[in-house]
């Protein structure tokens, strides 16, 4: 940390269908996170993705849709260190050093991985019950001390902290217990048609999911069709998931808070306040979308850019693998 400032680092699964809740819950938050951050690291997690079953010819092509949408939503390799994961090979380095102070019984906790695996849980793989230890070497090996993500990573990251804790009290004091960074507005965006669950990449439901490449007609109508319920009053309220959720949607869009939103919507119906939300959601992802098709055909560019970021991490990466290595008794 320099001046106080933070060391800030995240990372996000490659996949061209990145929602709603991504943008609000993190990608928001990584470009803001850009000026603050001295330095910050964004990564675009391909290891991760071996976790549950995928097909190797098209993980190139997913990494190179995440880094357009990210830099087309405003990531800007001149302000943050932008790369791919698998490019700084010491992230699986320190995995498996970490597992040393990681126990069985920590990752058997991890809702996700109950969630992923499910009655299969018997064959799914190792590397989804490990995921946690590598999320934590991701983020550790570059100190960090701030990780922005949305609601569903906070129990990955209170793992990330204790694992920081136990090696430092075990090895001595290396590595840096980094905070959890939540958005204000927007920390778990829900799916549209069944608002009691997450809006997810894998398990929500397509009409639902409003993804940052849809375009306008089908953000519209994706919006239009959202569940509310048999009431009229736009407020926020635990028995009203689905219109909190419009509310919340509305809000970031707008960038006010949900009681704003309420005092403009009093009275109206339903209606009015879809439809301003469509309008919310058209221009916050719009201009995304429309960057995104100019970015994407230059893959040449977007390679020679995730490997000028991996440079620079892998400089920052390996200056902590020295003394994590020094500690632990190795070379
Ligand atoms: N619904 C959400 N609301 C707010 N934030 C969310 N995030 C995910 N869903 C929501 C945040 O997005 C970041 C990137 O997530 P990811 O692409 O790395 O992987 P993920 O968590 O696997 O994405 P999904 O959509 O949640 O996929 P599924 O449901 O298949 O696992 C993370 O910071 C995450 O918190």
Known sequence: MADGRPIIFSGIQPTGRKHLGNFIGAIRQYVEGQDRGDPAIFCVVDLHSISVPYEPADLRERVLDTAAILLAAGLDPERCIFFRQSDVREHTELTWLLSAVTSHGDLDRMTQFKEKSGRARELASAALFYYPVLMAADVLAYRATEVPVGDDQRQHVELMREIARRFNARFGEVLVVPELVLPEVGAR???????????????????????????????????????????????????????????????????????????????????????????????????????????????????????????????????????????????
Do not use: C, H
């Open 189 to 331: 965006i829900m799916d549209l048609q069944e608002p009691e669950r997450k809006m997810s990449t894998t398990g929500g439901t397509e009409a639902g999911t409003v993804l940052v490449l849809d375009d306008e007609k089908t953000i519209r109508k994706k919006v239009g069709s959202a569940v509310t319920d048999s009431g009229r009053e736009v407020r926020a309220a635990p028995d009203k998931p689905g219109v909190t959720n419009l509310i919340d949607i509305l809000a970031v869009a707008r960038g006010t808070g949900r009681a704003e939103i309420e005092r403009e919507f009093d009275g109206l119906g339903y209606g009015d306040f879809k439809r301003a939300v469509a309008d919310g959601v058209v221009e916050l992802l719009a201009p995304v979308r429309e960057r995104y098709e100019e970015l994407r055909p230059d893959e040449a560019g977007l390679e020679a850019t995730l490997a000028a970021g991996a440079e620079k991490a892998r400089a920052i990466a390996a200056a902590t693998l020295v003394d994590v290595r020094e500690r632990m008794g190795f070379g």
